[in-house]
C-alpha cells in the first residue's frame, strides 16, 4: 500500500480541488456532507449554508486514456433555509447534514437532502430543448395580439444550451424533535428512514403527511437520558433490517418484522471496555460517529473518536477488526476535551465495489477490502483489510500537480521526529477531515477539507 | 477546593500520604485535576444554551462525564469536603446555575447578577484566596477522622448538596427539552455582554489549537498514573493554573 511495488497497492494522485483558496473560511462554505451516486457519475456535496453543489464527471475523454475523467459543476441550488421554531425560541441551522442519492429510474436524478429537521427530495433534471414556434406567445413570451395570427404552426422542439434544474418534489417535514443525523434508503427503493437523536422514523417516498416511528428511546423523564442514536443505516440487502449506533458504543441491529416499534433489538453490538484504557473520557471516545454496511451487507463499520471496527454481524460481542486511527490522540484526550474536538464526528467509508473483482472473487474475501477515513492536519487514513496495510495522506494544495502520487505521511507520537514527520503538537485540529466518499466503481475518492473538496484517483497507467 | 493533601505534601515534603486519608485518592493533583476536569465540563454545559439549539449528544457525553466525576467523588469520599466549603459551594452554584440565571425571573428579582466571565474569575480568584487562607488554618482539624462530630465541615448535609448539583444538572437537561418562550428576551436583556465574552474566549480556544494549556491534566487520560506530580506548587499557583485553563489567557 505504500507503494512498494505489490500489485494491488493503490497509488493515489492529486486529481483535482475545488473550494475557495484562502485561509479565511466563510462559515456557510463548510463542507458538511459529500455522496456519490451509484453510477459515481455524479457528486453532491452539502454545506453548513444549505447549498448542494453536484459535480458531474466529464465523459472519458478517448486523447487522455492516462487520466479519467474531471469532475465540474453541474448543478448549484439552496436546499434548506435557516428557519425559526418559534415555540422553542431556537434556530434551525439550514446546514445540510446527509445527502443520499436515489438510484435512477429515469432522465432525472433524485437525491434526499437533511438539515436538523427536515428531509427533502429534489429532483434534478436536464433541459436542453426549448420548444419554439408558438402560435399565440412571441419568443420572448409575450402574448400575441391574437388578431395577428393568421397561420397556425406546430411548434418544434430546438436545442438549447443545457440547463440543469433541481426541484424540491416533497417535503418530509415536522417528523423530528430532536437533531437528523442520518437519512437512509431502503433496498426497496420505496422507503427511506430518517433518524434523530432519540428516534428513528420511516417513510415512504412518496408519502410526505405521515412517518411511522420505529425506534424511540427517549425516557419518560429527560433527566435520566444518558444514551443518544448517533447514527442509523438500512441493510443494503435485506429490506427489514437496518441499524443505529449509540453514543455508548453500542449497536443495534433491529428487525421491522419483529414489531412496529423496534425498540427491542434484534442484535447488540457492543466491545466490552478494556479496563486499562479508562478515563473519564472513556464514553466519550466509545461513542460511535458513524456506520456503513458494507456491500454484501455480511459486515458493517464502525467509527468511534480513534478507532475503526469492523463487526461481522453474526459476532456481537466483539468487532472482528480493529484499525487505530490515530492512537497518538490517546494521551491528548483532555486537551481534546477541552477544545471540543472530542466530539467531533468523522466518518467512514468502504471501497467501491468493483464488479469485475465480485464475480471473480469467491468467498474468500469479501469486496469491501478497503476502509477509509479522516483525521485532523487535514490527513486522511486508508486500511487495507487483507493486507493489513495502512496509509496516511494529505489533502492539501501543495500536492497540486495531477497524476503526482500523493506521499505517505508519519505523524511522531513520542521521542525523536524523524524528518518528514510532523509531531503531535504541531498537528493542526482547526484541519479536520470529516467526511469522505469512495465512487462505487473506480478508485476515485472524494476528501473534504473545511471548505475545500479534493478528489483523488489512483495512478493509471 | 484545595485538596488537603496537597496541604500535607508541602509540610511533609516526602511523607507518603497514601494511607493517611482514608477514601482519598493518594495523588493530591489527581483530586485537583479532577476538580477542574468537573468545573471545565460544567462550564461546557452552560454555553450550549444558544441561539441555535445545542447538540443534545455532546450534552449528554458532558453530563455523563460529569455524573462518572460526581459518583467517584462520592466514593472517594471528597464530594462531601469540597461541597462543605462554602466559597467552594458558591462557585459551582454559579457555575451551574449561570444559564438558570439568565431564564428565572425570580432568581433575577433576588438581584443575583449573571456573572461576566471577567467577575467570575475575579470572585474564583478572590474566594479560592480566601479558601486557602481558611483550609491553611483548618488543616489541623481535618486531619481528625471525618466522622468527628467536631469536624465543622461535615456538619452540613452533604445528600442535599449532591441533590443541589443534581438538580442543577436536570434543569440543564429540562431546559434542553423545552426552553420557555421568554427565556430568549431573558438571555439578552439581562445578561452582561461580557457573559458572550466567556463564549468567544472559549471559542477562540477552539481556533488556537495549542495543547500546552491541558498539559497538566493529561495525567488524567489514565487515572492509573499516580507518578506524575510530586511537585510542591503554592496553593496559589495551581489555583492559576486552573483558572488558565478555563480562561485560556
Given at each position: 500500500f505504500l507503494g512498494a511495488g505489490g500489485g494491488n497497492d493503490i497509488q493515489w494522485c492529486f486529481s483535482q480541488v475545488k473550494g475557495a483558496v484562502d485561509d479565511d473560511v466563510a462559515e456557510a462554505d463548510i463542507i458538511s456532507t459529500v455522496e456519490f451516486n451509484h453510477s459515481g457519475e455524479l457528486l453532491a456535496t452539502g454545506d453548513k449554508g444549505g447549498r448542494v453543489v453536484i459535480f458531474q464527471q466529464e465523459q472519458e475523454n478517448k486523447t487522455q486514456s492516462h487520466s479519467r475523467g474531471e469532475y465540474n459543476v453541474y448543478s448549484t441550488f439552496q436546499s434548506h433555509e435557516p428557519e425559526f421554531d418559534y415555540l422553542k425560541s431556537l434556530e434551525i441551522e439550514e446546514k445540510i447534514n446527509k445527502i443520499r442519492w436515489l438510484p435512477q429510474k429515469n432522465a432525472a436524478q433524485f437525491l434526499l437532502s437533511t438539515n436538523d429537521k427536515t428531509i427533502k427530495l429534489w429532483k434534478i433534471s436536464e433541459r436542453d430543448k426549448r420548444p419554439e414556434g408558438y402560435n399565440l406567445k412571441e419568443e420572448d413570451g409575450r402574448y400575441r395580439?391574437?388578431?395577428?395570427?393568421?397561420t397556425l404552426r406546430v411548434p418544434v422542439f430546438r436545442p438549447m444550451d443545457l440547463m440543469v434544474e433541481a426541484s424540491p418534489r416533497r417535503i418530509f417535514a415536522n417528523a423530528h424533535t430532536y437533531h437528523i443525523n442520518s437519512i437512509s434508503i431502503n433496498s426497496d427503493y420505496e422507503t427511506y428512514l430518517s433518524a434523530d437523536d432519540l428516534r428513528i422514523n420511516l417513510w415512504h417516498?412518496?408519502?410526505?403527511d405521515r412517518s411511522f416511528n420505529i425506534v424511540d428511546i427517549k425516557p419518560a423523564n429527560m433527566e435520566e437520558l444518558t444514551e443518544v442514536i448517533t447514527a442509523a443505516e438500512f441493510h443494503p440487502n435485506s429490506c427489514s433490517t437496518f441499524v443505529y449506533s449509540s453514543s455508548k458504543g453500542t449497536i443495534r441491529l433491529c428487525d421491522m418484522r419483529a414489531s412496529a416499534l423496534c425498540d427491542r433489538h434484534s442484535k447488540l453490538f457492543e466491545e466490552p471496555e478494556d479496563p486499562s484504557n479508562r478515563s473519564f473520557f472513556s464514553e466519550i471516545i466509545s461513542s460511535i460517529s458513524d456506520v456503513k454496511f458494507s456491500h454484501s451487507g455480511r459486515y458493517m463499520m464502525t467509527r468511534d473518536y480513534l478507532s475503526v471496527k469492523i463487526w461481522d454481524l453474526n459476532m456481537e460481542n466483539r468487532p472482528v477488526e480493529t484499525y487505530q486511527v490515530h492512537e497518538y490522540l490517546r494521551s491528548k484526550l483532555c486537551s481534546l476535551y477541552e477544545n471540543d474536538c472530542i466530539f467531533d464526528k468523522f466518518e467512514c467509508c468502504w471501497n467501491g465495489s468493483d464488479r469485475q473483482v465480485e464475480f471473480l472473487s469467491l468467498c474468500t474475501s469479501d469486496l469491501s477490502s478497503i476502509v477509509m477515513t479522516g483525521s485532523y492536519n487535514n490527513f486522511f487514513r486508508m486500511f487495507d483489510r487483507n493486507t493489513k496495510r495502512d496509509i496516511t495522506l494529505e489533502a492539501s494544495r501543495?500536492?497540486?500537480?495531477?497524476?503526482?502520487v500523493l506521499k505517505p505521511r508519519k505523524v511522531c507520537a513520542s521521542g525523536k521526529r524523524k524528518k518528514d514527520e510532523i509531531s503531535v503538537d504541531s498537528l493542526?485540529?482547526?484541519?479536520?477531515?470529516l467526511h469522505t466518499a469512495w465512487h462505487p466503481k473506480e478508485n476515485i475518492i472524494a476528501v473534504a477539507t473545511t471548505n475545500n473538496l479534493y478528489i483523488f484517483q489512483d495512478k493509471m497507467n | 477546593m484545595f485538596v488537603r493533601g496537597l496541604k500535607r505534601k508541602c509540610f511533609d515534603g516526602e511523607e507518603d500520604i497514601e494511607g493517611t486519608l482514608a477514601g482519598i485518592k493518594a495523588i493530591p493533583s489527581y483530586n485537583l485535576q479532577r476538580q477542574s476536569l468537573l468545573d471545565m465540563s460544567l462550564v461546557k454545559l452552560q454555553l450550549c444554551h444558544m441561539l441555535v439549539e445545542p447538540n443534545l449528544c455532546r450534552s449528554v457525553l458532558i453530563a455523563n462525564t460529569v455524573r462518572q466525576i460526581q459518583e467517584e467523588m462520592t466514593q472517594d469520599g471528597t464530594w462531601q469536603m469540597i461541597n462543605t466549603q462554602s466559597t467552594g459551594q458558591a462557585s459551582l452554584d454559579r457555575l451551574v446555575s449561570t444559564d438558570i440565571l439568565c431564564r428565572s425571573s425570580r432568581d433575577q428579582a433576588e438581584g443575583k447578577h449573571v456573572p461576566g466571565y471577567g467577575t467570575f474569575n475575579k470572585d474564583f480568584e478572590s474566594d479560592q484566596a480566601q479558601d486557602s487562607s481558611e483550609t491553611m488554618s483548618t488543616a489541623s482539624s481535618v486531619q481528625?477522622?471525618?466522622?468527628?462530630?467536631?469536624?465543622?465541615?461535615?456538619?452540613?448535609?452533604p445528600q442535599e448538596n449532591k441533590g443541589n448539583f443534581q438538580k442543577s444538572l436536570d434543569q440543564i437537561f429540562e431546559t434542553l427539552e423545552n426552553k420557555s418562550p421568554n427565556s430568549v428576551e431573558d438571555l439578552f436583556s439581562e445578561v452582561d455582554n461580557s457573559y458572550y465574552d466567556l463564549d468567544t474566549m472559549l471559542t477562540g480556544m477552539m481556533s488556537n489549537t495549542k495543547m500546552g494549556h491541558c498539559d497538566n491534566l493529561e495525567t488524567f487520560s489514565s487515572?492509573?498514573?499516580?507518578?506524575?506530580n510530586s511537585n510542591c506548587k503554592s496553593d496559589l499557583n495551581d489555583l492559576d493554573h486552573i483558572v488558565e485553563i478555563l480562561v485560556e489567557s
Amino acid at each position: 500500500f505504500l507503494g512498494a511495488g505489490g500489485g494491488n497497492d493503490i497509488q493515489w494522485c492529486f486529481s483535482q480541488v475545488k473550494g475557495a483558496v484562502d485561509d479565511d473560511v466563510a462559515e456557510a462554505d463548510i463542507i458538511s456532507t459529500v455522496e456519490f451516486n451509484h453510477s459515481g457519475e455524479l457528486l453532491a456535496t452539502g454545506d453548513k449554508g444549505g447549498r448542494v453543489v453536484i459535480f458531474q464527471q466529464e465523459q472519458e475523454n478517448k486523447t487522455q486514456s492516462h487520466s479519467r475523467g474531471e469532475y465540474n459543476v453541474y448543478s448549484t441550488f439552496q436546499s434548506h433555509e435557516p428557519e425559526f421554531d418559534y415555540l422553542k425560541s431556537l434556530e434551525i441551522e439550514e446546514k445540510i447534514n446527509k445527502i443520499r442519492w436515489l438510484p435512477q429510474k429515469n432522465a432525472a436524478q433524485f437525491l434526499l437532502s437533511t438539515n436538523d429537521k427536515t428531509i427533502k427530495l429534489w429532483k434534478i433534471s436536464e433541459r436542453d430543448k426549448r420548444p419554439e414556434g408558438y402560435n399565440l406567445k412571441e419568443e420572448d413570451g409575450r402574448y400575441r395580439d391574437p388578431t395577428t395570427v393568421t397561420t397556425l404552426r406546430v411548434p418544434v422542439f430546438r436545442p438549447m444550451d443545457l440547463m440543469v434544474e433541481a426541484s424540491p418534489r416533497r417535503i418530509f417535514a415536522n417528523a423530528h424533535t430532536y437533531h437528523i443525523n442520518s437519512i437512509s434508503i431502503n433496498s426497496d427503493y420505496e422507503t427511506y428512514l430518517s433518524a434523530d437523536d432519540l428516534r428513528i422514523n420511516l417513510w415512504h417516498l412518496e408519502i410526505t403527511d405521515r412517518s411511522f416511528n420505529i425506534v424511540d428511546i427517549k425516557p419518560a423523564n429527560m433527566e435520566e437520558l444518558t444514551e443518544v442514536i448517533t447514527a442509523a443505516e438500512f441493510h443494503p440487502n435485506s429490506c427489514s433490517t437496518f441499524v443505529y449506533s449509540s453514543s455508548k458504543g453500542t449497536i443495534r441491529l433491529c428487525d421491522m418484522r419483529a414489531s412496529a416499534l423496534c425498540d427491542r433489538h434484534s442484535k447488540l453490538f457492543e466491545e466490552p471496555e478494556d479496563p486499562s484504557n479508562r478515563s473519564f473520557f472513556s464514553e466519550i471516545i466509545s461513542s460511535i460517529s458513524d456506520v456503513k454496511f458494507s456491500h454484501s451487507g455480511r459486515y458493517m463499520m464502525t467509527r468511534d473518536y480513534l478507532s475503526v471496527k469492523i463487526w461481522d454481524l453474526n459476532m456481537e460481542n466483539r468487532p472482528v477488526e480493529t484499525y487505530q486511527v490515530h492512537e497518538y490522540l490517546r494521551s491528548k484526550l483532555c486537551s481534546l476535551y477541552e477544545n471540543d474536538c472530542i466530539f467531533d464526528k468523522f466518518e467512514c467509508c468502504w471501497n467501491g465495489s468493483d464488479r469485475q473483482v465480485e464475480f471473480l472473487s469467491l468467498c474468500t474475501s469479501d469486496l469491501s477490502s478497503i476502509v477509509m477515513t479522516g483525521s485532523y492536519n487535514n490527513f486522511f487514513r486508508m486500511f487495507d483489510r487483507n493486507t493489513k496495510r495502512d496509509i496516511t495522506l494529505e489533502a492539501s494544495r501543495e500536492n497540486n500537480k495531477p497524476r503526482t502520487v500523493l506521499k505517505p505521511r508519519k505523524v511522531c507520537a513520542s521521542g525523536k521526529r524523524k524528518k518528514d514527520e510532523i509531531s503531535v503538537d504541531s498537528l493542526d485540529f482547526n484541519k479536520k477531515i470529516l467526511h469522505t466518499a469512495w465512487h462505487p466503481k473506480e478508485n476515485i475518492i472524494a476528501v473534504a477539507t473545511t471548505n475545500n473538496l479534493y478528489i483523488f484517483q489512483d495512478k493509471m497507467n | 477546593m484545595f485538596v488537603r493533601g496537597l496541604k500535607r505534601k508541602c509540610f511533609d515534603g516526602e511523607e507518603d500520604i497514601e494511607g493517611t486519608l482514608a477514601g482519598i485518592k493518594a495523588i493530591p493533583s489527581y483530586n485537583l485535576q479532577r476538580q477542574s476536569l468537573l468545573d471545565m465540563s460544567l462550564v461546557k454545559l452552560q454555553l450550549c444554551h444558544m441561539l441555535v439549539e445545542p447538540n443534545l449528544c455532546r450534552s449528554v457525553l458532558i453530563a455523563n462525564t460529569v455524573r462518572q466525576i460526581q459518583e467517584e467523588m462520592t466514593q472517594d469520599g471528597t464530594w462531601q469536603m469540597i461541597n462543605t466549603q462554602s466559597t467552594g459551594q458558591a462557585s459551582l452554584d454559579r457555575l451551574v446555575s449561570t444559564d438558570i440565571l439568565c431564564r428565572s425571573s425570580r432568581d433575577q428579582a433576588e438581584g443575583k447578577h449573571v456573572p461576566g466571565y471577567g467577575t467570575f474569575n475575579k470572585d474564583f480568584e478572590s474566594d479560592q484566596a480566601q479558601d486557602s487562607s481558611e483550609t491553611m488554618s483548618t488543616a489541623s482539624s481535618v486531619q481528625a477522622p471525618r466522622n468527628l462530630q467536631s469536624n465543622v465541615w461535615e456538619m452540613e448535609n452533604p445528600q442535599e448538596n449532591k441533590g443541589n448539583f443534581q438538580k442543577s444538572l436536570d434543569q440543564i437537561f429540562e431546559t434542553l427539552e423545552n426552553k420557555s418562550p421568554n427565556s430568549v428576551e431573558d438571555l439578552f436583556s439581562e445578561v452582561d455582554n461580557s457573559y458572550y465574552d466567556l463564549d468567544t474566549m472559549l471559542t477562540g480556544m477552539m481556533s488556537n489549537t495549542k495543547m500546552g494549556h491541558c498539559d497538566n491534566l493529561e495525567t488524567f487520560s489514565s487515572p492509573t498514573n499516580t507518578a506524575s506530580n510530586s511537585n510542591c506548587k503554592s496553593d496559589l499557583n495551581d489555583l492559576d493554573h486552573i483558572v488558565e485553563i478555563l480562561v485560556e489567557s
